[in-house]
């Protein structure tokens, strides 16, 4: 290299550092007075799957696809009872048919105006296209069945006219209007959405409070506000900034300086527990319905017996669990619906008390002649469901020690591994974790608890199965919260899972935002049509 | 130059291979916690995921050939689409990691060979040492807890959100730098500019510790050389003779060295992204990665493959320009 090369060089990057030096504050100062504004920014370690309703199940996804889009119905922060959104009125007029009235003279952010048509089409494609990261299996009750060639059964919808939509769903099932409430009921522009295959995520057009300015997938969406929205979920915010970050600590570092506005999902308790130490920025709480549990198979020689089951259910510790493994951020659960939901019962409460009792456990396994200690393999994954997994196991394995009566031993897999090993009765028990899809107890009840839930523990209880049957043609309120008590308490005396904890949804805020604590409900469905940032 | 074809296609083999012995499949990891065993079943089927691995290894190796990476499973997103779109961002930061390398490393590597054994000399080789061998995410996270914050600089990302909407939205060369430079916004480019400045020198600390042990151990060796003990007999002051006769034959080998340091950026710039949330390649992989989709990785992996081997060939091609002695005949 010649000399005066090498010298070039090297005054060429020291003249960049010193610029970037001295320009660094005044360029601070003028993106700190570009987000001066009403403008604000959310850091999320969600990630995106798809915009387009058709080709996402998952909540990162949902979240935006709620802003871009209207659903029907739709469930407002902090209740347990849909209201209309796109619709004027959604009723049932019986327990296999819904009736639902569009609200006049809507449009999509393009201009274009909603009709019926548009809500049938977005259904079918839903079902037609049957994405594999789709969630189409949610409109199960309008879907002919099929699964080669699925599609939505004959006459299923019927739109007598321009803003009336009718649902004949193929059984009673009163929990079809929260599904509507999900992202999967996302009304969609006919005229610009293929009906066969997904839409370009860049492209999507909706007609919710804000339309997509700008998306760049894993980097960054911009949300501007639709100026044909006329509902009552109007934003707050002309333009929203959606940071995506690959995990915790980037985001943790992000919202300390002050880069974003808003963190929701994920920050670990630790990041959590210094955030609120230093004070600098709100960490603000709301219910969650996230819940963790611990699953029995019914396959292993353990796990078959109830006493054992039982025994267990006796001896865990959820406070020991919330509060060392957790620091606190989660709430001991009770029962396999979480709080706040109608019907809900802490069953396992009642029949196992609230804290752990040896004498019960001895007595259990002794009237069932088990020999102790009983040798137990207890499953978990050590990442995907985050780094405090391996603590809750911990705990878990040594409140079981202690007793005496086990000698447990834990052993782990990761995720996509430790799918196949549980249905391979790996484990005599083993943790999971799950999100509602839509707010409603059978969201709880059906997928765990039918013929051995969808993680196929081989539990199969027909009067169980028929409770379930039964719950979701229940149409009266108060019956159907009969019915799922009744499940519930069937569940705590079968024990067929071990309710551990429900978590919080936390987000964590600059001081000058306004309405994060509005929208932290156990939906996980953060509204940012709610939220304001002051200048 | 002919080896560059079965290297790759060993490379692309093992690649297809690993992520298949790998445990579980794109569509468990994206929706395993949901679904029922027979709709996850039914879902692999329409990917194509349940035939068997010989159909899918030739399919995928005519796609290859067609310079066809296909659409990534998990996002449906053209695997070309994203080295285009994210490309330029790693691009920026290797070259920019680069530069820091040899600002810091040529520099110091030439003080510890002029003065051997010092104090100087034993503290830059200490440091050379320490970036070498400490965990970029590690360093990184100190950088961002104990630079970025008291200097108020960027902890994460390659722009400000505002920055990055309007340059990024409308991107001319897909190189956020060069399209902010290209906007006239100097706000704009100065932005970018500042947000390469902690992820280049994390990355660059990495490198220059290698430059640091090459700098110094050639310098030592050039000044034992005939050739400089014959100018020092000339009565050349000593300064002249390092900088004319030592220093510019001691920066040979490390053009050789910059070849395989290559691969070695690369593999940082994947653990330098993730640390501070940068929009490049090596964050796209680790996500796809976890994601299992196997066209992405399948795809990325083989264009970083390909880089390495372009870059190391033009070292090549460099060296024998600037070192007779080992040009081919």
């Not at chain 2, 390469?196 to 600390?205: A, K, Q, V």
Request: proline share 5%; hydrophobic share 45%.
């Amino acid at each position: 290299m010649k000399k005066t090369a090498l010298v070039a060089l090297a005054a060429g990057v020291a003249t960049t550092l010193a610029l970037a030096a001295c320009t660094s504050s005044g360029t601070t100062s003028s993106s700190s007075a570009a987000t001066g504004s009403a403008d604000w920014i959310l850091g999320t370690s969600d990630t995106i799957t798809a915009l387009d309703p058709a080709g996402a199940y998952d909540i990162g996804s949902w979240n935006l696809q709620y802003s871009l889009f209207q659903q029907l119905v739709v469930m407002p922060a902090n209740s347990a009872t849909e209201t209309p959104d796109a619709a004027a009125s959604c009723k049932y007029d019986d327990p296999k048919t819904l009736t639902c009235k569009l609200k006049a003279n809507q449009k999509f952010s393009n201009g274009d105006v909603m009709t019926s048509k548009d809500v049938l089409f977005s259904m079918q494609r839903n079902l037609k296209i049957n994405d594999p990261n789709g969630a189409s299996t949610l409109l199960a009750s309008i879907s002919n069945g099929k699964t080669e060639g699925q599609d939505l059964a004959e006459g299923a919808i019927t739109t007598p006219d321009d803003t009336t939509v009718v649902f004949h769903l193929n059984a009673p099932d009163t929990t079809f209007i929260k599904v509507l409430t999900t992202a999967a009921g996302s009304i969609v522009d006919s005229k610009v959405f293929p009906a066969d295959k997904l839409l370009a995520d860049a492209s999507v057009i909706g007609s919710g409070p804000y339309a997509l300015a700008a998306y760049k997938p894993g980097e960054q969406a911009v949300l501007k506000k639709n100026p044909n929205y006329a509902g009552d979920r109007m934003g707050k915010a002309n333009q929203i900034f959606v940071q995506f970050y690959k995990d915790a600590s980037p985001l943790k570092q992000a919202v300390s300086a002050g880069e974003v506005d808003v963190a929701w999902r994920t920050l670990s308790p630790v990041d959590l527990a210094d955030l609120k130490t230093k004070g600098q920025q709100d960490v603000v709480e709301g219910q969650g319905s996230e819940f963790r549990y611990w699953v029995w198979g019914f396959n292993s020689a353990v796990g078959k017996e109830a006493a054992v089951r039982k025994a267990a259910a006796y001896l865990i510790d959820r406070d020991a669990i919330a509060t060392k493994a957790y620091n606190g951020n989660v709430t001991p659960s009770y029962s396999i619906v979480p709080p706040g939901f109608a019907g809900q019962k802490d069953s396992f409460k009642t029949v196992y008390g609230a804290t752990p009792n040896l004498e019960a456990a001895k007595k259990v396994l002794a009237d069932a002649g088990v020999t102790t200690p009983v040798p137990l393999t207890i499953g978990y994954t050590p990442q995907h469901y985050g780094p405090n997994a391996v603590d809750e196991t911990t705990q878990l394995m040594n409140q079981l020690n202690a007793s005496g009566l086990f000698t447990a031993k834990m052993t782990s897999a990761e995720w996509k591994q430790y799918q196949t090993l549980y249905k391979q009765n790996a484990y005599d028990l083993w943790m999971l974790g799950w999100y509602p899809d839509f707010l409603d107890a059978d969201n709880y009840l059906a997928p765990f608890l039918v013929k051995g839930g969808f993680f196929k523990n081989g539990y199969n209880n027909d009067q169980v199965n028929s409770w379930v049957g039964a719950e979701q043609a229940e149409t009266d309120t108060a019956k159907r919260a009969t019915i799922l008590g009744q499940l519930q308490d069937q569940a705590a005396a079968d024990v067929p899972l071990i309710p551990s904890w429900n978590g919080k949804n936390i987000a964590v805020s600059s001081k000058k935002v306004a309405g994060v604590k509005d929208t932290l409900d156990p939906s996980y469905i953060f509204r940012m049509w709610m939220v304001s940032k002051s200048g | 130059m002919l080896l560059i074809i079965p290297m790759m296609w060993v490379l692309l083999t093992m690649v297809f291979i690993l992520l298949r012995v790998a445990p579980g499949d794109p569509v468990s990891a994206a929706v395993g916690g949901k679904l029922d065993p027979t709709v996850i079943a039914a879902r692999r089927a329409s990917l194509g995921l349940d035939r068997p691995l010989i159909v899918q290894y030739f399919e995928y190796l005519g796609q290859v050939i067609r310079l066809d990476f296909g659409k990534t499973l998990s996002d449906n997103r053209p695997v070309l689409d994203i080295i285009r779109d994210n490309g330029g961002a790693t691009l920026t930061l290797t070259i920019g990691a680069f530069l820091f390398a040899l600002v810091i490393g040529i520099p110091l590597g030439l003080i510890a060979g002029r003065r051997r054994d010092s104090i100087a000399d034993v503290l830059i080789r200490l440091f050379g040492v320490i970036t070498y061998a400490a965990p970029i995410f590690f360093v990184g996270l100190l950088i961002q807890m104990f630079v970025a914050r008291p200097l108020g600089l960027p902890t994460s990302g390659i722009a400000s959100p505002r920055t990055q909407f309007m340059v990024g939205s409308a991107p001319k060369t897909h190189i956020l730098l060069f399209d902010a430079a290209l906007s006239g916004d100097g706000n704009a480019f100065m932005d970018v500019l500042i947000h390469h400045l902690l992820p280049c020198l994390t990355l660059g600390l990495l490198v220059c510790g290698v430059f640091i042990r090459l700098v110094r151990v050639n310098i030592l060796q050039t000044l034992q050389s005939d050739y400089v003990e014959a100018a020092r007999a000339r009565g050349i002051p000593e300064n002249k003779v390092i900088r004319d006769h030592a220093f510019r034959n001691a920066l040979v080998p490390v053009v050789t060295v910059i070849g395989l340091q290559a691969a070695m950026l690369l593999g940082g710039a994947v653990l330098t992204e993730n640390t501070f949330n940068w929009p490049g390649l090596g964050t796209q992989l680790v996500h796809y990665i976890e994601a299992l989709d196997y066209p992405a990785v399948q795809g990325l992996v083989t264009f970083f493959a390909a880089i390495v081997v372009v870059v190391s060939l033009a070292v090549d091609v460099i060296n024998a320009l600037i070192d007779p002695r080992v040009r081919y005949r």
